[in-house]
């Protein structure tokens, strides 16, 4: 079995301001990572793109069409300090839910293992009425429910380990008892939310919080018996993972001490509970990485834990 990559030329065309940390470079260094010859047993796909009824899955209509009626015909719209859309920006957005949509797809049907879909803007801060935290719409939500609705999932676990918390997913699933959300990030640290006492309507929400200066060993132990346990507990058949690398030490936006290769590790361990309950069944959505250096590391060891490496 394969792991399918999602990419696209639009993920380029969301334009943000000079100095903006969520920039296309992201995606740039994130394509050059993969075209080593380590990666050429990549299925690779461009992205498909979704219509707005498909961001409806996880966020009102009205609310969808909203966003877009949001978009210029040139310069660049705020919708908050950080959140900012361009010309690109819609068809953009609109290709990160297809790539999630789409793995969600091929890995349900068993066409491959497994799938990465690397697009931006990022997704986990959207909430279900609100875009914020450089996010349009939840791609990892939208993948949630997607597997729910289309393909029969009756348990789909949704992963985070974005050092952000990612309030958005939090909101959206606060009160579904059919998806467990489990983020592991940073707090105190933007957005303020992700409390261990912030548990859902049905107890599915799980947060593990870790302290600015936390290494990988803080990380590894909070993952295995905060995450994974419930995890396993939980038995999805299918998970999510909001794959989001600003933890890693070189980030400038938060104090994590995360490498490359505890993300290796976490996929790996991700890996071996879809392997238990879920016929292995893994879709990752890239979140978060604003270092260059960083990112680009951490990619390639999250996609060569996917490829089985």
């Known amino acids: ?57 996880a966020h009102p209509m009205r609310h969808v069409e909203a966003v877009a009626a949001l978009a210029p015909r040139e310069g660049l719209a705020a919708i908050d300090g950080d959140t900012v859309l361009s010309p690109g920006s819609l068809e953009a957005a609109l290709r990160a839910v297809g790539a999630a949509m789409r793995g969600v797809d091929e890995v349900m049907s068993g066409r491959v293992a497994n799938a990465f879909a690397a697009m931006r803007p990022p997704g986990h801060h959207a909430e279900r009425t609100r875009a914020m935290g ?29 050092v952000h918390h990612g309030n ?14 489990a983020s592991t990030h940073q707090m105190p640290l933007y957005p303020g939310t992700g409390a261990a006492s912030e548990r859902g ?41 909001s794959a989001g690398f600003d933890a890693h030490w070189r980030d400038p936006l938060a104090n ?28 990752s959505v890239l979140e978060g990485g604003y270092d260059l250096e960083g990112l680009s590391r951490s990619v390639a060891a999250h996609v060569e834990a996917l490829l089985g490496r």
Not at 142 to 151: E, L, M
Not at 219 to 236: M, N, Y
Request: with cysteine; net charge negative; aromatic share 8%.
């Open 1 to 57: 079995m394969s792991t399918l990559y999602l990419g696209h030329p639009a993920s380029l065309d969301h334009a943000t301001p000079p100095g903006h940390p969520e920039r296309a470079d992201r995606i740039r260094v994130v394509e050059r990572a993969l075209e080593d010859e380590r990666f050429a047993a990549l299925v690779r796909e461009q992205a498909p793109r979704a219509e707005l009824a498909d961001a409806a899955l």
């Open 134 to 162: 450089f996010c349009l719409f939840n791609h990892a939500a939208i993948a949630a429910r997607h597997a729910r609705t289309k393909h029969g999932a009756d348990r789909v676990a949704l992963v985070d380990w974005d």
């Open 168 to 181: 958005g997913s939090q909101d959206i699933f606060w009160d579904d008892p059919a998806v467990l959300y």
């Open 201 to 241: 309507e049905h107890g599915t929400i799980v947060n593990v919080p870790l302290h600015p200066g936390d290494d990988g060993t803080v990380f590894r132990e909070a993952f295995e018996h905060g995450v994974l346990a419930r995890l396993d507990a939980f038995a999805p058949d299918l998970i999510v993972i």
């Open 256 to 283: 994590l001490r995360l490498t490359e290769a505890d993300f290796a590790w976490a996929t790996r361990r991700v890996m071996e509970v879809a392997d238990r309950h879920a016929g292995g069944r893994v879709v």
